[in-house]
DNA sequence: CATGAATGAGTTTTCATTCAT
DNA sequence: TATGAATGAAAACTCATTCAT
């Protein structure tokens, strides 16, 4: 009996906790910001008392850290996925996930953590270094993306890098914009003229990505 | 008239004042981000004591509420000027004003001020309200010179609207990337992407931007 | 009798963990001092867990008296010993008892830790009863030397009381510089001169105690 | 008239408010100890807030040193006092310094921070480099009386060095005797014994220090 | 016995703000 | 204006102690 409740109760107890630790810090990171968050912010969040943050990260900093950590972990997971093989389908797929639509709160207030977390990353070094890596693998995502369509022939002879960067920083551009000043649509019309100004010009032959303003490609 | 009332006075000294605390404030900013700017880190900045900054502020919210009004001024005044009416060249200028190149760190540092102060827009409605008209006016600029463009037939039928805040968002995603991740060159690379994608695209016959990767469009 | 109680148990487990305990918190103690001694401190130097220390001694002021009773103890034997009936060897095995050489860190730490113990006895009536108790005990001890000697003809009539409070204050000053200030051989000196200018002194007729800066008497 | 304000007002302001800080952890530190001695104990002595004690001395640690200084200070300059060049009477007046009779509470306080502060050094290195210092004096000066009592040809031929460190840590052992285990007048037995044992034994010819048991020498 | 997790009560420290001058 | 001194509120962090297992 006592050996069923350990195996759900202390078996992943810590890593729960952890995880609810990251959970209560992005709560309390969107609902107050980085400039004004404190220790209690988070406690509030969570069940537990304020002292058990430091039982399990001694500082403040090595909180965020962790954060930091775990928020990329977050992302890097989603980006992995991708179900085609097909180029223009793939860089689609990854346009598309950079839309945040009206309703899609949490997503905006995802993307919100992340602005948060990259603008105090220029006052501190371990927060840089992390989120550095990052979007350079983001950048490097679009970018082997537009390599093999240019190997497939779908896409005509770019460097991948430079477009990559152009389409990655556009798109976050764009995402800033909706986030931070309340521009509903932002992101969708930056997915919209980056199809219509760059992923068509990109494709080779009379192949084009169709109507840009619907759903669909 | 402000001379009669302070006869000892020496008549512009507040605003000379309060333009040094908006100097002091800003390098304090960015210095030490606004996340762990203190009214001492202004004052350090100033040759000026903590309570003298009371005394033309009442609070600290106050204080960075003019800040961000200074900043806005500050900006609006650079985009103003134009000594041209070609609206390629008005074009050239308004995206060539994005691009920071290495060594000027005077305009990266203004540029991560501003971007600091935007994050800050989000969780609060008095500095959202103003960079929002802020930056509604950026894109309002640049629209306007595709609009223009577009009646003088120098660019294709397109939303001036539309086109505009895609090229400003872009140009805004890519400068924070140079300046919040050490990006070096980012901005110049939007530059040329853009006009390669954009610009070239806009253009009406056989005009063309040239050579993207030189200084000259 | 005790291994009647706890079938599974080791025995003596249980006073071979307080010794462990008394042990650790005498390591502690010199490592951090009294001041900033935490049971964490405790624990670390001991193989076992925070907790366990609150299983053994419920509270933190528990185990610090334990402590005390426990170095008391320890010094009681080291005094009892004495395999000679003259008073002269006595007296110097007991004033010989407090020369603390270099390279003798154990006893300079332990006279450091009854010292760190003394001073909080200031503050602390457990503590201070007990120490009180110790300190009448050593100081009994010269004295009932001094009787000796004074009945057995070998020094001349003086309070053995207060001669013995004399020699053993005196040992404990000079000790106490030693410790606290890095004052080298100063415990050796005043063995020195309380053999010059006591114990010669008390001498009845010609005998004296030779050469003072040797090994012997 | 705002002169007159000004030069009582402000001008000692900050040096009254240093020496009551002084005399605040003065106060605390007797009443509580060392090892729980807080920041709210000396303020609780203090008539100010304690931030500002903060606002004086930016850490614990550096005010504690700055009252380390403190206290030497005050003790230096009851030493330094000698109106007479007689070394017999010297050497009385710095014995006699260190007699603490019953009812002087506030001399036994006043030994009991002092021995307070004398075993943290051992884990401050500051505290210890600067006590350390000052305890040497205190032997130095001892000293300096045998020494010229010496060549007077009031003492006998000794090392004037070891016989003032014999004199001076024996009277701190007494003391702390006296103010640690509450062993009334066992500084003035030290003084009596010395007087005996010591003093007796250094003059030359005949002289004497008469009684030791009375106020006189 | 033994411990990882948890917490309440404090401790030092920071900081925006105010006050007396 | 200008500032040194002062403070209330809150921040991060500590620590003895307890609890569930």
Chains 1, 2, 3, 4 share one sequence.
Request: hydrophobic share 40%; net charge negative; with cysteine.
């Amino acid at each position: 009996m006592s050996g069923e409740e350990d195996a759900k109760g202390s078996g992943e107890g810590v890593e729960d906790t952890h995880e609810a630790i990251m959970g209560a810090t992005y709560h309390a990171l969107c609902k107050h910001g980085y400039a004004h968050l404190t220790m209690q912010d988070i406690a509030d969040e969570f069940d537990k008392s304020r002292p058990l943050l430091h039982y399990h990260y001694d500082t403040k900093d090595e909180l965020m850290l962790a954060f930091v950590d775990n928020m990329i972990g977050w992302v890097g997971g989603q980006l992995a996925q991708s179900d085609t093989e097909d180029p223009l389908d793939r860089m689609e797929a990854y346009i598309d996930g950079f839309v945040i639509d009206p309703g899609e709160e949490d997503r905006e207030t995802f993307a919100l953590a992340l602005l948060e977390l990259r603008v105090q990353a220029v006052h501190n070094d371990e927060f840089r270094s992390r989120l550095s890596r990052h979007y350079e693998n983001n950048v490097g995502t679009i970018a082997d993306i537009i390599a093999d369509g240019v190997e497939a022939g779908v896409f005509r002879a770019v460097d991948p890098d430079e477009v990559g960067e152009f389409i990655y920083t556009s798109l976050v551009g764009a995402r800033m914009y909706q986030v931070t000043m309340g521009a509903q649509h932002a992101s969708r019309r930056m997915r919209d003229a980056l199809a219509e100004f760059v992923v068509d010009d990109l494709l080779v032959d009379g192949r084009t990505t169709g109507e840009y303003s619907g759903e669909g490609w």
